[in-house]
């Protein structure tokens, strides 16, 4: 394959959810990047994808912290640009693994905008979890003129606030540590019985938490927790 930076989205966590044009790349891409959340902890996304990347390809993994600091975050992800820059220079083509998808709250956006003046860049899209979520609950994202919000449990009140005021679905990623707040939100506009979690979706782990009605906010949850909340009954 010619010098091409790809962003494979590997999916929520089942490997039935990687794609075929996922695997496609991944059996012939020349190098493999990797990301980490923490130090020395396995990496959810390689695990997916191995089964499918030949042994003969080197894979590169690289810690992302963690943190609010942003300095810290850019740090990272300008030497991770300039080491993918340097195999792209050599005619390599790379894979950056992602969970979900690589449009969507993913490292690769950072590592992307570095790079796409210079080289060649593909996504590669994958199933989000949320998606996953929808099939596994069977019920609809989004049907007809519904408006449908997708963000962070580490965004802002005012800005969860609104979205339940006015999105018909809103789907809250990154719940497990900002639970107390979600809940408090669901109860100002009366939509906790709306509201239901997966936790690892897709996964061997997998809990679906459907009736909200007790929680306190304490409970503990997979940091892979993803919140829906569905407004209509319809469908």
Do not use: C
């Amino acid at each position: 394959m010619p010098a091409k930076l790809y962003g494979i989205g590997v999916g929520p966590g089942d490997k039935g959810y990687l794609t075929l044009n996922a695997i496609e790349k991944l059996k012939a891409v020349d190098i493999i990047y990797v990301p980490t959340g923490k130090k020395g902890q396995a990496s959810l996304a390689f695990s997916i994808a191995e089964p499918y990347i030949p042994s003969h390809t080197p894979v590169k993994t690289y810690h992302f912290p963690m943190t609010k600091d942003r300095a810290v975050k850019t740090k990272q992800w300008d030497q991770v640009a300039q080491a993918m820059a340097q195999d792209l220079d050599q005619g390599k083509s790379i894979a950056f693994l992602t969970l979900g998808d690589p449009s969507t709250y993913s490292t690769f956006t950072y590592l992307e905008e570095r790079l796409r003046q210079d080289y060649p860049v593909e996504l590669v899209a994958g199933i989000t979890s949320y998606q996953a979520m929808a099939a596994a609950l069977q019920v609809p994202l989004v049907i007809d003129e519904e408006s449908f919000t997708v963000l962070p449990a580490t965004t802002s009140t005012d800005l969860i606030r609104l979205s339940l005021k006015n999105a018909d679905t809103i789907v809250i990623m990154k719940i497990k540590r900002h639970l107390k707040k979600i809940l408090a939100l669901l109860d100002e506009e009366n939509l906790r019985d709306q509201a239901q979690i997966i936790s690892q979706a897709t996964m061997e782990a997998e809990t679906v938490y459907r009736d909200l009605s007790d929680w306190q906010g304490d409970e503990k949850i997979s940091y892979f927790s993803t919140m829906i909340v569905r407004k209509s009954k319809e469908a």
